[in-house]
């Protein structure tokens, strides 16, 4: 086990977070109770199974240092390396520790960007501190918009959870029960599984083998031109426009990315700033969202969680 502690540039809340994840339904998150995050994740060269006991220290600014126990659980039989065998596995899960709750990110200009904005400033006296609190890698936000395409968010969300008892890693994080996503050289021996369809199952497979390629590495993503990690990310099959996004923005952590292909941010969007029966549709939001640079993946989040039946009733816990 190795503690780290990660310092908050900005105003960052683990508590907000929590909520946030206890009403997303990809996540199913529940045990935020006690005002730990625990985390359960395979590495993508499928070397190590990470988890994390996560907590924040509690100061009156959201600004508290956050400290994570990070233990790595070397597995039974990896996968081949997709990363340079001197990577240091700690560094490693560490910042993705950190990718997850967005706080590689540099959100010191947030609070003065948000007060220029009324709307921004009223999302942010809402729900304070809350950051986007990210899929556990690409990898894994691939395999879920795979497993979730043209089926209800509830029943996605129940064969990811079964797919990870059966053939991930179960592990205990902080007195928790927790079954890590499979790895994506396991994932990649599945060829039939309750809720998959034969043709998810190889999409899944596809998914898997860009993982082990390290075609799905956050940074990587992140340090292309958001258009061509986007046309990159279209060439797996079964990832669209929409998926696209999902995985650079909620996989990969993309802080400055103003979602194109998601209705329902829109729909919010349009009403927070009152722009019902005016034209221009997406192109007039992509506009009104240059404002919000370099955070407009942020205040997207903070757009669609206010409009969240699931997340909204949290507030003021």
């Not at 600014?61 to 990070?70: K, L, M, T, Y």
């Not at 990896?78 to 340079?84: F, H, K, V, Y």
């Amino acid at each position: 086990m190795k503690a780290v502690v990660l310092t908050p540039r900005g105003p960052f809340s683990l508590a907000a977070g929590l909520r946030f994840l206890e009403g997303f339904t990809p996540a199913r998150y529940q045990g935020g109770h006690d005002g730990v995050l625990r985390l359960a994740f395979p590495a993508d060269d499928g070397r190590f199974t990470v988890t994390a006991a996560v907590q924040q220290e509690q100061t009156p600014d959201n600004a508290g240092a956050v400290h994570a126990e990070i233990t790595l659980h070397p597995a039974a039989a990896p996968g081949t390396p997709a990363s340079p065998a001197d990577n240091d596995p700690w560094e490693t899960a560490a910042a993705g520790v950190a990718r997850i709750l967005s706080l590689d990110v540099d959100g010191a200009r947030f609070p003065a960007l948000a007060s220029a904005d009324p709307v921004v400033a009223a999302l942010t006296q809402e729900l304070p501190g809350l950051r986007p609190v990210c899929f556990n890698s690409p990898y894994e936000a691939a395999a879920w918009a795979v497993i979730g395409h043209r089926v209800r968010m509830s029943h996605a969300a129940a064969v990811k959870t079964l797919l990870s008892q059966r053939h991930g890693r179960r592990v205990e994080v902080a007195g928790q029960e927790l079954f890590a996503f499979p790895a994506p050289h396991v994932l990649r021996t599945i060829t039939t599984f309750p809720g998959l369809t034969e043709v998810k199952i190889e999409r899944l497979q596809a998914v898997a083998d860009a993982a082990a390629a390290g075609e799905l590495d956050a940074a990587s993503l992140r340090g292309m031109p958001a258009q061509d990690a986007l046309a990159a990310l279209q060439k797996l099959p079964g990832i669209g426009p929409f998926s696209a996004e999902l995985v650079l923005i909620r996989g990969a952590g993309h802080p400055d990315l103003f979602p194109r292909h998601e209705p329902r941010l829109h729909a919010a969007m349009t009403t927070a700033y009152g722009l019902e029966g005016q034209p221009g549709g997406v192109p007039a939001l992509v506009h009104v969202a240059e404002r919000w640079k370099p955070y407009r993946s942020w205040i997207a989040l903070l757009l669609r969680a206010h409009a969240d039946a699931n997340i909204t009733p949290a507030r003021g816990r």
